[in-house]
Antibody, heavy 120, light 105 residues
């Protein structure tokens, strides 16, 4: 059974930094496409970032240059380093595996989410 | 690119709910759908236009015509009340629809 467990969410002031983690069990992080997806309070889902199995990364324009996705292959952990945080980064952050089956890519495993609140 | 969904859909128990998702480039994509209940993580209910993951009831079906995709819930049950999101993938970028709240009256 696949489990993704996020941690690291907190209340942080604007301009601050925070590092989120996601521990995976039942799958190998380095062999999969691993993502961060966020959801602001009462709002919809927004994809944030991906690290591909080959190590390449991609980011949403809204976080490019401020957030960095990485993985620790030794303990199957995904990270999201968030710098220069803004009030609009307030959201529940989900760790999710995406699977690409030929013609489409979709998220088939999700964590329970961790809340990041950016406020003074 | 953007994916537009109606903000809300209301349906009576046992009736059919249809949720649409429109986008300029959707005709070239293979969208999927997620169900999210309050306080829970999203769950994949449809992928590659019309394929159901294991464990998803047969009353959920998907379709696409041109640049509009649709998720249909036949014989809607009270447990289907939730937010639903479409999603497409476009060259290393994932895009979610604006979301639709399905209310079972």
């Amino acid at each position: 059974e696949v489990q993704l467990v996020e941690s690291g969410g907190a209340l942080i002031q604007p301009g601050g930094s925070l590092r989120l983690s996601c521990v995976a069990s039942g799958l190998t992080v380095s062999s999969n496409y691993m993502n961060w997806v966020r959801q602001a309070p009462g709002k919809g889902l927004e994809w944030v970032s991906i690290v591909f199995s080959g190590g390449g990364t991609s980011y949403a324009d809204s976080v490019k240059g401020r957030f960095t996705i990485s993985r620790d292959n030794s303990d199957d952990t995904l990270h999201l380093q968030m710098n220069s945080l803004r009030v609009e980064d307030t959201a529940v952050y989900y760790c999710a595996r995406s699977f690409c089956g030929g013609v489409s890519c979709y998220f088939d495993y999700w964590g329970q989410g961790t809340l990041v609140t950016v406020s003074s | 690119h953007e994916l537009t969904q109606p903000p809300s859909v209301s349906v009576s128990p046992g009736q059919t709910a249809r949720i649409t998702c429109s986008g300029d480039k959707l005709g070239d994509k293979y969208p999927c759908w997620y169900q999210q209940k309050p306080g829970q993580s999203p769950v994949l209910v449809m992928y590659q236009d019309n394929k159901r993951p294991s464990g998803i009831p047969e009353r959920f079906s998907g379709s696409k015509s041109g640049n509009t995709a649709a998720l249909t819930i036949s014989g809607t049950q009270a447990m289907d009340e939730a937010d639903y999101y479409c999603q497409a993938w476009d060259i290393s970028t994932y895009v979610f629809g604006t979301g639709t709240k399905v209310t079972v009256l």
